[in-house]
């Protein structure tokens, strides 16, 4: 046996060796960067996740106000009109009497019957 084979037999193995272990590393590197990857891009996802959660949180709490602020409204609507109803028409107020006097009185009453009769009822 001859040097030179010797040494071209431990060069030759040693050469697909080394190539064997360079694409061994060149994929390590790519199945790393993909999970550096996937980590990024997973934390940006429930960064998103949350951030829409307070969202949310915030457009159901402003609904719930908007709901609160016509109950306020037609509360203080009803009212009004309610007190034009009984707005004495006379300036100094010596006679009473209010506009629609006769079925505001007839209103009133309706609203006392009814409620008698539902006490008998009961």
Request: glycine share 4%.
């Amino acid at each position: 046996m001859d040097w030179t084979t010797i040494i071209q037999t431990l060069i030759g193995a040693g050469g697909v060796t080394g190539l064997f272990l360079i694409t061994e590393r060149k994929t390590a590197a790519a199945l790393k960067n993909m999970q550096s990857m996937y980590d990024t891009l997973k934390r940006q996802y429930d960064d998103l996740l949350v951030r829409n959660d307070e969202k949310d949180k915030k457009i159901d709490s402003l609904y719930d106000k908007i709901g609160t602020l016509h109950v306020e409204k037609d509360t203080a609507t009803t009212k009004a009109a309610t007190s034009e109803m009984k707005r004495c028409d006379f300036i100094f107020c010596t006679k009473r009497q209010p506009p629609l006097a006769d079925q505001w009185r007839m209103d009133m009453s309706n609203e006392k019957k009814g409620e008698q009769e539902d006490e008998q009822h009961t």
